[in-house]
């Protein structure tokens, strides 16, 4: 079937326009080196994380609660006995991955994620908490924020050493 010019050119336009997507769009590309901070199965085997500027988002509970659930620092660990993005913490908390999203630009990198966590003394209970992961592509060490509705703060993650 011949098509005429002006059809062709349509039909590559739209087939153009339509695999870019918006400029804005967030781009996961898997044939890129590992997601520097979820995949640390093949980056790193295990990684430090502290946690600082907890804040209460509610009156329900107190500051103390936060603080007793998050803690200062723990190390990370992807669980032997888990699927990919399931972390375990060396306190046994149970972390497992979800919901993600990440961009990469100009160096930058930046991943939205959502994750629910087993607490070791609350076994029972699987609460969500969503971050926020800034830093540069081929660094070591990333910042974020997280929340989970009841408690917020700021974290640092870096490689265990």
Do not use: W
């Not at 087939?15 to 967030?26: D, E, H, K, R, V």
């Not at 991955?97 to 609350?122: C, M, P, V």
């Not at 070591?140 to 917020?152: A, E, L, Q, R, T």
Request: hydrophobic share 35%; proline share 4%.
């Amino acid at each position: 079937m011949h098509l005429p010019k002006l059809t062709r050119f349509g039909l590559a336009l739209i087939l153009t326009l339509g695999i870019l997507g918006p400029a804005s769009s967030q781009v996961i590309l898997r044939e890129n080196r590992a997601n520097p901070f979820t995949d640390m199965k093949r980056v790193s085997p295990s990684r430090h994380v502290q946690i600082d500027n907890i804040t209460v988002l509610t009156e329900s509970v107190g500051i103390e609660f936060c603080k007793e659930r998050y803690g200062n620092e723990t190390t990370l660990y992807p669980d032997p006995d888990g699927r990919h993005g399931q972390f375990i913490s060396k306190e046994n908390d149970k972390l497992a991955l979800y919901d993600r999203s990440e961009l990469r630009q100009e160096g930058i990198y930046t991943e939205h994620a959502k994750l629910f966590i087993t607490f070791q003394n609350d076994p029972d209970v699987e609460v969500e908490v969503t971050i926020f992961i800034t830093g540069f592509v081929n660094s070591k060490m990333f910042s974020g924020v997280f929340s989970d509705g009841i408690c917020s703060g700021h974290f640092s993650v870096a490689d265990a050493k």
